[in-house]
């Protein structure tokens, strides 16, 4: 079994949905948490990164993490077409190194 | 946008030869970090390095190789190229002691071995 489990998708959805995506993991001694967004034939760029349990919100996007379910949760507001990209959740225990999701392709359709 | 590059972004050999996959960042940071990425898969770390004349093997088996005379400069080689090897690579780096885990990726490097 994968330390980090991720719908593959692809998720469809109409211009101005909102767009959750989401996460679950094994490793109880995960602490960092961190969504990445990927373009076709791109490296992942880093969207949110939270520390342990809680919300946070950075414009559009607000990343969730829910550490006593081991599940963790990215939502897109008012989603764009250029929002179409694939979303990777990353996690790691402290000192450790980043275990990836396998991502999950949205499309956001005009 | 973060100041790593790779280079060739694309890459067509066939099996049996030699070659390097470049990667150069120009930020200072001292970790980088070798992913392979297959199409709709997970990343899979395959080297990283924490400094000059620090490598280590990552998580995934490879028969890459890598080195790091310099601080901005992290190939990754492979002596001879199977069909196997046909994947994304893509290059990483970090800077120490930031809070965030804030890997800075280059665009990859897409190989196809025939």
């Known amino acids: 079994q994968k330390e980090v489990e991720q719908d593959p998708g692809p998720l469809s959805v109409p211009e101005g949905a909102i767009v959750s995506l989401n996460c679950t993991y094994s490793?109880?001694?995960?602490?960092?948490f961190m969504w990445y967004r990927q373009y076709s034939r791109k490296g992942p760029e880093l969207l949110m990164y939270t520390y342990s349990s809680g919300n946070k919100e950075d414009g559009r996007f607000t990343a969730q993490v829910d550490k006593s379910s081991k599940y963790i949760s990215l939502f897109i507001r008012d989603s764009q077409p250029s929002d179409s990209a694939t979303y990777l959740c990353a996690m790691k225990a402290a000192g450790n190194k980043l275990t990836f999701g396998g991502g999950t392709r949205v499309l956001v359709k005009p | 946008e973060a100041d790593i590059y790779q280079t060739p972004r694309y890459l067509v050999i066939g099996t049996g030869k030699k070659i390097t996959l470049e990667c150069s960042q120009t930020?200072?940071?001292?970790?980088m970090y070798w992913y392979q990425q297959d199409p709709g898969m997970e990343l899979h770390l395959i080297h990283y390095?924490?400094?000059?004349?620090?490598?280590e093997k990552g998580d995934l088996s490879s028969e890459s190789t890598v080195s790091r005379i310099r601080t901005e400069h992290f190939p990754l080689t492979l002596e001879s190229a199977r069909p196997s090897h046909t994947s994304q690579y893509l290059c990483a780096s970090r800077l120490q002691g930031t809070s965030t885990d804030t890997q800075y990726f280059g665009p990859g490097t897409r190989l196809t071995v025939l």
């Open positions: 930020m200072g940071h001292d970790k």
């Open positions: 490793n109880s001694a995960f602490q960092y």
């Open positions: 390095s924490y400094g000059v004349n620090s490598t």
